[in-house]
């Protein structure tokens, strides 16, 4: 019996199965199976829930990692930004949207612009930290 079988069978059922139900599925006898849920919802891959007299089983929602960390510059690789001007003939929220992509000490940085005005925020804030 193995978890891989266990969650390919709950994988299309999101209200979930019952021990009995998916040890028939998968030919597995309820008590050894049981068991092996129980372990898999101290693990956090599925959640157990009771209705009427019967356990049921269900995939656990997967949250996403969170996000790394952005890493720090060191002061003797980051190099001196250019002076940014502000760009030509553009109102602050006019929708240019695109990405920005540096290259900062062997670390690669992309952020994400929707307006003029976030965009010379992002190069404003760069010029700072780099003087």
Same mark, same amino acid.
């Given at each position: !019996?193995s978890?891989a ?6 994988a299309g059922? #999101?209200? +979930?199965l019952s021990a $009995? ?8 006898a @309820?008590?050894v199976?049981m068991?092996?849920?129980?372990? !898999?919802?101290?693990a +956090?891959?599925? $959640?157990q829930?009771?209705v +009427?007299? %019967?356990?049921?089983?269900s995939l ?6 969170p996000a790394?960390e ?6 003797e &690789?980051?190099?001196?930004a250019p002076?940014v001007?502000p760009? #030509?003939?553009?109102?602050p929220?006019? #929708?240019?949207?695109?990405?920005? &992509?540096l290259?900062?000490? %062997? %670390?690669i940085i992309?952020t994400g612009?929707?307006?003029v005005d ?7 804030a760069? $010029?700072?930290? @780099?003087?």
């Open positions: !019996m978890e079988a266990i969650c390919a069978e709950l059922k #999101p209200a +979930g $009995k139900e998916i040890g028939k599925a998968i030919g597995e @309820t008590p199976l068991e092996q849920l129980l372990l !898999m919802v101290a +956090g891959t599925l $959640k829930r009771t +009427g007299r %019967d356990q049921v089983f656990a929602k997967r949250q996403r990692p790394p952005p890493a720090a510059v060191q002061e &690789t980051a190099e001196v002076e001007a760009l #030509p003939s553009a109102s929220r006019t #929708p240019i949207s695109g990405t920005l &992509t290259n900062l000490a %062997d %670390d992309t612009f929707q307006t976030q965009l010379q925020r992002f190069a404003t760069l $010029k700072e930290v @780099t003087a």
